[in-house]
């Protein structure tokens, strides 16, 4: 039987159920016509691991692996003794060592280029925004006045280093932690050191024979993650800002629709944003133009895709031609003259889809080959030497295509760009810009809490529904969304993230946008901007009125459609900073176990928020705004839903009382 015989005998279903997206349905279409498989495909086909799944089982050591059993979680142990609660904590923590390591050595990546461009050694990038690296500077007390730019950059790169290496103590951007939240991490034991120190030691204790206390387990988890969240992640947005510029509202355009079959169509999908600033200078080089048009090309047309696209989409207002479900989905089109990654999130099915199309796909960080892939190296003391013979390999596709082309024809247009900088210049103007108007229309009930929804696409649900669903629930219910990662595509395409889009929005939450011309679903950037997020909530509880720690918040947080390692870091980030997080799909812990009931009910408990489990939208939707609602109670302002107006001043007495 031929590959192509094999793929038909396969369970095929009907593409509309496997994605909201339009675009990527009309490209499954077309690729089972040409004999291609997806992740779509093989998700049907391959039932995910029930064992697994439930994170039954253990294979930390070779008198296992070991078995247990969901059904019966306390029933058995493993060969060393090791219960249900050991072995799922346990597979927890290093999913959380995992996707920390990712956002921290993403952060500590723009670390490095931070420090070659300071001192000089690196002369293709600089410092475009001196005003965010003195504020950043400010953040962690080091002295601005009259000193030399280069100085206090200098001072900078060595305090902010700690983030990672510091073997004792905290890691420096705990400054920016609420007073209240911090003395709760002190007392349970959960701030950070460097992300290095709490990450090894989190794989140390999770070594077959070490830590075997679920709640001893999850100390180090929580302290791993909010490395990440308040450490490598913080790091990563803060140095980007520092390196490419604070992101501001821009009009944007997303979906297949973006490629142009009369130009050269560049795409580039991963997440680190040194690369993409690179391919930018690269695409406009004239000779490389000259090159384009010489091959019959109008131009060149540079996308992106996943969260190397969020960063220049919210920088730049690059087109963004789809979430990571899409990303096989888009060579189908047989549009793509090249597809170059760097790291995380790239399949490896991409391979034989480009293959298929003649389309080079390309690797350009040592972090990450793949086989069959080309891999020119990226070297940011000579970022264009790669980026530039990467468009002459486009530019050489162009020349040579020889298949049919398929672009779905469908764009969809949003703003973007609201980093925790602009919300606090947007919601309060020139010249009284603060986060007290957000605060405000909080307290007299108009916007009723925030949300962040984020994260991935999974095949396992249907692509881009749930996080549609979710969000379209949460604004009529007159509550602010703000979205990074693949979720801010979905919502994108949906037509989720203009200032149109207020009609669909509560009475409150519409006329909050209509006043201030925003959408109420507002884009912030890639998945390590979740940042972004922590700040604003941070904000929120300085500027006063709404309690004193980021617990006593009326948000919530989700990941509906989460897939990745690094999510399960950030969902526990959110969850240690006192925030209540909910994901779906599928969630790795049995229920009704002593870890589970912890995750869930327990940490909230000790002071910090917990986690929350759905599948359907809806179900997610009422169970965050519940949330919401509870702590609208406990500040006292549930009854300003009913317009009984209070203000700043009232709510202080209120404190105060
Ligand atoms: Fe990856 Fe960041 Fe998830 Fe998208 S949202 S699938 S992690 S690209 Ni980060
Ligand atoms: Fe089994 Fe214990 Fe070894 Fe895990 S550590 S594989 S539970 S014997």
């Known amino acids: 039987m031929s590959e192509k015989e094999i793929i038909s005998k396969k369970k095929e279903i009907d593409p509309k159920e496997l994605t909201a997206c339009d675009a990527t349905a009309q490209m499954i279409i077309k690729g089972r016509r040409d004999g291609i498989e997806t992740a779509f495909d093989r998700a049907a086909n391959m039932k995910a691991c029930p064992i697994g799944a439930d994170s039954a089982c253990c294979k930390h050591c070779f008198m296992g692996p070991c078995r247990l059993n969901a059904k019966d979680p306390y029933g058995k142990v493993g060969i060393c003794g090791a219960t249900i609660d050991t072995i799922m904590a346990r597979n927890f923590a290093r999913m959380v060592a995992a996707g920390g390591a990712a956002h921290t050595d993403h952060g500590m990546s723009m670390l490095d280029l931070f420090r070659e461009v300071v001192n000089g050694n690196i002369k293709d990038y600089k410092i475009k925004n001196e005003t965010k690296l003195l504020q950043v500077a400010g953040y962690v007390g080091i002295e601005t006045e009259g000193r030399e730019i280069k100085d206090i950059a200098l001072d900078l790169y060595k305090e902010l280093e700690r983030t990672y290496t510091q073997v004792e103590g905290e890691i420096p951007f705990v400054s920016r932690v609420p007073e209240k939240t911090l003395e709760t991490w002190r007392k349970l034991g959960i701030v950070p050191r460097g992300a290095m120190r709490e990450i090894m030691e989190c794989m140390h204790r999770t070594h077959m024979g070490v830590d075997q206390e679920y709640k001893n387990i999850t100390k180090q988890f929580s302290r791993t993650a909010l490395a990440d969240g308040w450490g490598g992640s913080m790091v990563a947005t803060e140095i980007s800002d520092i390196l490419f510029g604070i992101p501001t509202p821009v009009s944007i355009e997303v979906n297949m629709g973006v490629l142009k079959e009369d130009q050269v169509n560049l795409i580039v999908h991963g997440h680190e944003p040194n690369l993409f600033e690179s391919m930018i200078e690269s695409v406009n080089e004239p000779s490389l133009l000259k090159a384009a048009k010489d091959a019959g090309a109008k131009g060149i047309n540079l996308v992106g895709m996943c969260c190397s696209g969020a960063e220049v989409l919210v920088r730049h207002g690059i087109p963004h031609a789809g979430n990571f479900m899409s990303t096989e989905a888009i060579l189908v089109t047989g549009a793509v003259d090249a597809m170059t990654v760097d790291v995380q999130c790239i399949k490896q099915g991409l391979v034989k889809v480009a293959d298929c199309y003649k389309t080079p796909l390309i690797t350009t960080n040592p972090r990450c080959h793949i086989e069959g892939a080309t891999h020119i190296e990226f070297h940011e003391h000579e970022p264009k030497a790669c980026t530039d ?269």
């Open 389 to 657: 013979e990467i468009v002459i390999r486009a530019i050489g596709r162009f020349k040579n295509r020889s298949l049919p082309i398929e672009i779905p024809q469908i764009k969809n247009a949003g703003v973007h760009g609201f980093s925790h900088e602009y919300i606090n210049y947007m919601l309060g103007g020139t010249f009284r810009s603060s986060y007290t108007p957000l605060n405000d229309n909080i307290i007299n009930g108009r916007i009723r809490g925030v949300a962040g929804v984020v994260g991935c696409t999974n095949p396992r649900v249907k692509q881009d529904w749930v996080h549609v669903e979710l969000v379209k629930e949460l604004i009529k219910n007159d509550i602010l969304v703000v979205q990074t990662g693949c979720s801010q595509i979905a919502l994108t395409k949906a037509g989720l993230t203009t200032p149109e889009a207020a009609h669909l929005a509560g009475a409150g939450l519409k006329e909050v946008c209509e006043t201030v011309g925003m959408p109420p679903v507002l884009g912030i950037g890639s998945c390590v901007d979740n940042s972004r997020i922590l700040i604003a909530c941070a904000e929120m509880v300085k500027t006063g009125g709404l309690g004193n720690s980021l617990a006593d918040l009326p948000v919530a947080g989700a990941a509906p459609e989460y897939m990745s390692e690094k999510a399960i870091c950030i969902g526990q980030y959110f969850v240690a900073s006192g925030i209540y997080t909910v994901f779906g799909v599928t969630f790795p812990i049995v229920e009704g176990t002593n870890f589970h009931k912890y995750m869930f009910e327990g940490l909230e408990q000790e002071g910090i928020g917990k986690w929350g489990f759905a599948v359907d939208p809806y179900e997610m939707a009422r169970m965050m705004i519940a949330h919401i609602d509870k702590k609208r109670k406990a500040l006292g302002i549930d009854k300003a839903r009913d317009r009984v107006l209070m203000d700043m001043a009232d709510r202080r007495a209120l404190d105060v009382a």
